[in-house]
């Protein structure tokens, strides 16, 4: 059973960045496909990017395209998202998400595996 730790919230003015990390417990991280959810207050998780394995392919949200880079070291074990041109509406708590058997990499439910979360605030 994998365990996720992410890491690399804060709070940061619109137009900044911030990267985060997920951290994964698994030595054979690089057979999961990973993904990155987000959690506003009062509403429901959503999908923000996700990554598979071979082939490499890479999910986005519209509304990230342009300005969150979704990326993994499998070395390392490690999922990272860089999120450039930061918005209110990107105010959140990220969660890293993972399996290994994933039909759809968008759907929430296709995930077992989940970090805490780390909380990502933008202000305006």
């Known amino acids: 059973q994998v365990q996720l730790v992410e890491s690399g919230g804060g709070l940061v003015q619109a137009g900044g960045s911030l990267r985060l990390s997920c951290a994964a417990s698994?030595?054979?991280?690089?057979?999961?496909?990973m993904g990155w959810f987000r959690q506003a207050p009062g509403k429901e998780r959503e999908f923000v990017a996700a990554i598979s394995r071979n082939p490499l392919i890479i999910y986005y949200r519209d509304s990230v395209k342009g300005r969150f880079t979704i990326s993994r070291d499998n070395a390392k074990n490690l999922l990272y998202l860089q999120m450039n041109s930061l918005k209110s509406a990107d105010t959140a708590v990220y969660y890293c998400?993972?399996?290994?058997?994933?039909?759809?990499?968008?759907?929430?439910?296709?995930?077992?595996?989940w970090g805490q979360g780390t909380q990502v605030t933008v202000s305006s």
């Open positions: 998400a993972a399996d290994i058997r994933v039909r759809d990499p968008k759907k929430l439910d296709e995930y077992d595996y």
């Open positions: 698994e030595r054979t991280f690089g057979n999961y496909v």
